[in-house]
């Protein structure tokens, strides 16, 4: 089965090929490619056997004269994703690939959080936890968790400076452990925000 995935939304689009293929799959780079090498990839068999492969292909479409034959392998047998972080709509290739039925996602970038929706769900966070979760959950899924935890740091900042009493030093500790978390950990960052909106108000 060939999928194709396209789109600035790096973070999501790796999740897909998760869905898609698992965590072990062959990863092939377009511009490393040759016409020759595709029969192998679409059509060969795996080093250890005839069971079905699991591949990503990556920027396929820099590549012209190896992307213009995409349509002669649309049978593949194999678990085949192809990754574009942009894709012409109007080529050849692309509406050959739509009119055989190829599955297709586009994951569109992400919004910059608003300051004051932040703020908003990190003042709810302080006195209602799990109403903060659901402010968040209608909002993770076009906005970049990473810089809607910087703005959160922003905000706890600034009520420090407004007020540095226990409760607000505690929060800011709280923050750099998340912020540590978020760097470290392979847990996805929208859980461990929710995680901490969940005991902000018990800081």
């Known amino acids: 089965m060939l999928s194709v995935f396209s789109g600035e939304n790096r973070l999501e689009a790796e999740k ?3 869905r898609a293929l698992g965590t072990d799959y062959e990863v092939f780079e377009g511009e ?14 795996s080093l250890f056997g ?4 699991q591949i990503l292909l990556k920027e396929l ?40 039925g190829v599955m297709m996602q586009e994951f569109l970038a992400m919004k910059n959080p608003d300051a004051n929706v932040v703020f908003n769900i990190l003042d709810m966070a302080l006195r209602n936890g799990p109403q903060a ?30 007020q540095a009493g226990t409760k607000e030093k505690r929060l800011l500790k709280e923050l750099s452990v998340l912020d540590i978390q978020m760097k470290t950990t392979s847990v996805e960052p929208w859980l461990l925000v929710k995680s901490f909106l969940l005991r902000a108000s018990q800081i």
């Open 61 to 100: 479409s820099e590549n012209k004269e190896v992307w213009e034959k995409i349509p002669d392998y649309l049978a593949t047998e194999h678990d085949i994703v192809i990754w574009e972080s942009k894709i012409d709509k109007r080529s050849v290739v692309y509406k050959a690939m739509k009119a055989a």
């Open 133 to 162: 979760v659901k402010m968040v959950e209608k909002i993770e899924l076009e906005q970049d968790p990473y810089m809607f935890f910087g703005l959160l740091v922003t905000q706890a900042i600034k009520k420090m400076e407004y």
């Open 16 to 18: 897909a090929v998760k």
């Open 50 to 53: 005839t069971e079905k492969r």
């Open 32 to 45: 490393n490619l040759t016409v020759a090498d595709l029969p192998s990839i679409f059509l060969g068999t």
